[in-house]
């Protein structure tokens, strides 16, 4: 039905910055919160980012500062700036979507494949 495809991930050092993208496509009526989560090796999922489709986000702690998270909902489309990494940021990042597929349907979670982010020197 839907699908969220991630781009931008890749080995960067401390201090660096990269940028993430996440595209929706398929059958999408409206699509309501996007975001960004995160794992790293043998820990849980964690929230990053979130963003309503008006535009009000939400930060973890860890990332307050430097990360911004954007969309572009014309594209369908939600942007993960990421500025001043740190090692601990190391991570798989999964984008995540709130989408309706019909307006007679309930809307749903959807999950991208996730894109590897590691921070070393």
């Known amino acids: 039905q839907v699908q969220l495809v991630e781009s931008g991930g890749g080995l960067v050092q401390p201090g660096g910055s990269l940028r993430l993208s996440c595209a929706a496509s398929g059958t999408i009526f409206s699509i309501n919160d996007m975001g960004w989560y995160r794992q790293a090796p043998g820990k849980g999922r964690e929230l990053v980012a979130t963003i309503t489709r008006s535009g009000i986000t939400n930060y973890s702690d860890s990332v307050k500062g430097r990360f911004t998270v954007s969309r572009d909902n014309a594209e369908n489309t939600v942007y993960l700036q990421m500025n001043s990494l740190k090692p601990e940021d190391t991570a798989v990042y999964y984008c995540?979507?709130?989408?309706?597929?019909?307006?007679?349907?309930?809307?749903?979670?959807?999950w991208g494949k996730g894109t590897l982010v590691t921070v070393s020197s």
């Open positions: 995540n979507a709130n989408v309706k597929t019909s307006l007679y349907r309930y809307a749903m979670d959807y």
